[in-house]
């Protein structure tokens, strides 16, 4: 028997400077370009690894404050949608974070990820973003972390989109799906390779209106929104989700993307403007294999026709769990 809920702090690290993903667009980089960026990458990994002392003092400073009462409190079950005009502030009326600082002994996920062929543009301001999905309920409490500063990243929208447990996503509940855990999307498009995407910051606003408009390269078949949504992080860098536990299709194992934006602007029908802001990290979550053994097996999961992929078959996780990174929530 599994639990119905499960509660992980999954920790994020933003970075002063990091590609944006534009869609649809990547491409083969040079040795010397992959050379260059991996030197970075392990910068950014000594940097840091060097904040760590900074989130344990911040912890205990925070200890006695944390409201015990809140651990295994379920959250409500209605999704929230807040709607703003043009900038986000935090309110009294969101969701308290089960954890309400960074914690030190969960992941530092690799900064440079490409956000793959099923992201969508304009998504809700939410934090509960599981609509009528079946599956194991998921409280996910997330920390952002700027390393230049060692110091939690306040007002920094997190956005997150997994597939459901039966292995679809919202906006392509008809695709044919199977991105191979070597970084191929469906029907041979390389959208979610480890070839990072061109461009930097980026500047421009996206169109206004409602959710939709494929990010990836994948053309969307429905206008469905479960299991995607943003929301701001609070002065202490956290915010939390409540989600299902991810299924899996053909070619990756259970995992969840992330994108993280600074000076973003909503729309006035509560929709995120995709990329309108600055892009600081573009990522993706796993969990352990001992976990999903114990979860995809059972109940709706087992239902899915896709292939089963495990954590050590998927190519992108190889990456992200490289040099030193630890790219599972816990």
């Known amino acids: 028997m599994i ?11 933003a970075l002063a400077t990091v590609a944006s993903g534009h869609p649809g667009e990547s ?27 900074q989130i344990a003092e911040f912890n205990a400073k925070r200890k006695a404050k944390r409201d015990l009462a809140k651990l295994g ?14 900038s986000v502030t935090s309110t009294a009326t969101a969701n308290s974070p089960t954890y309400t600082t960074i914690q030190n002994s969960t992941c530092v996920t690799t900064p440079e990820v490409t956000e793959g062929p099923y992201y ?16 194991v309920n998921l409280v996910l409490d997330i920390g952002v972390m700027d390393v230049t500063t060692c110091q939690p990243l306040d007002q920094a929208l997190v956005e997150i989109w997994h597939c459901n447990a039966t292995g679809h996503y919202s906006g392509f509940t008809s695709a044919n799906m199977g991105g191979g855990g070597n970084g191929t999307a469906p029907g041979g ?34 206008q469905l929104s ?49 990329h309108a802001g600055s892009v600081r990290h573009i990522g993706q979550l ?4 001992t976990l999903n053994e114990k979860i995809v ?30 790219a599972y929530a816990s």
């Open 3 to 13: 639990s119905k809920s499960l509660t992980i702090a999954a920790g994020l690290v």
């Open 27 to 53: 491409h083969t980089l040079p040795r010397a370009e992959l050379h260059r960026r991996q030197l970075e990458a392990n910068k950014r990994h000594i940097v840091a690894r060097n904040c760590a002392p």
């Open 73 to 86: 409190v379920e959250p409500m079950l209605n999704g929230r949608h807040f709607r703003r005009q043009e």
């Open 120 to 135: 969508v543009n304009n998504e809700l301001l939410r934090q509960d973003i599981r609509d009528d999905q079946e599956g």
């Open 189 to 222: 498009n390389s959208t979610e390779s480890m070839a990072l995407p061109t461009g930097t910051e980026s500047s421009s606003a996206a169109p206004t209106g409602a959710p939709g408009g494929g990010g990836g390269s994948t053309g969307m078949t429905d």
């Open 226 to 274: 479960f299991l995607r949504g943003g929301y701001a992080t609070n002065s202490e860098g956290m915010v939390e989700f409540s989600t299902v536990y991810p299924g899996f299709y053909t070619g990756r194992t259970v995992h969840i993307h992330t994108m993280v934006h600074t000076n973003y602007s909503v729309a006035t029908n509560g929709s995120i403007i995709s």
């Open 286 to 289: 796993f969990f352990d294999d």
């Open 297 to 326: 097996t059972q109940g709706v999961y087992a239902n899915t026709t896709e292939s089963r992929t495990y954590n050590d078959a998927d190519g992108i996780l190889d990456s992200e769990n490289a040099d030193g990174y630890n």
